[in-house]
């Protein structure tokens, strides 16, 4: 099966990004949180395209940690708490919430527990400025 080109060029770990040396170039924080197997979570904000989804795979592959994908637009409760439980059984796992600004409220309720427990990690990514657009 032929894969797209976007995705065969894809960067696989973080020294593979081309840009952002502002978040990812030596000593600087998306770096050093890698470096230091202490990342948090955190929502990237930007336009369609700019490799948002790309750079958190890439953060999650130099982690060396299990990750999954879970879009916000399509993917239902179900999912999430398939997710939870394969966290649990991993002790840990990073979750790439695509379109984090179409979670709706009670996806957002059931995630915050786990995130505060820090069985999952969220790294999100969204169009639309997240200080608007995610729930309080």
């Not at 750079?55 to 916000?72: C, D, E, K, T």
């Amino acid at each position: 099966m032929n894969k797209p080109l976007a995705h065969i060029v894809r960067p696989k770990t973080i020294d593979d990004v081309v840009g952002q040396t502002h978040l990812l170039g030596d000593n600087k924080v998306l770096r050093n949180m890698v470096e230091n197997q202490k990342i948090s979570s955190m929502i990237f904000f930007g336009p369609p395209g700019t490799g948002k989804t790309s750079v958190a795979m890439a953060i999650a592959n130099s982690l060396g940690r299990p990750y999954r994908i879970f879009n916000a637009v399509s993917d239902n409760k179900k999912k999430l708490d398939q997710l939870f439980e394969e966290a649990k059984l991993s002790n840990g796992l990073v979750v790439i919430i695509d379109e984090v600004h179409r979670m709706n409220k009670g996806i957002q309720d059931a995630l915050l527990p786990q995130l505060e427990s820090g069985l999952i990690t969220m790294i999100g990514a969204t169009t639309a400025n997240p200080y608007f657009s995610i729930n309080p």
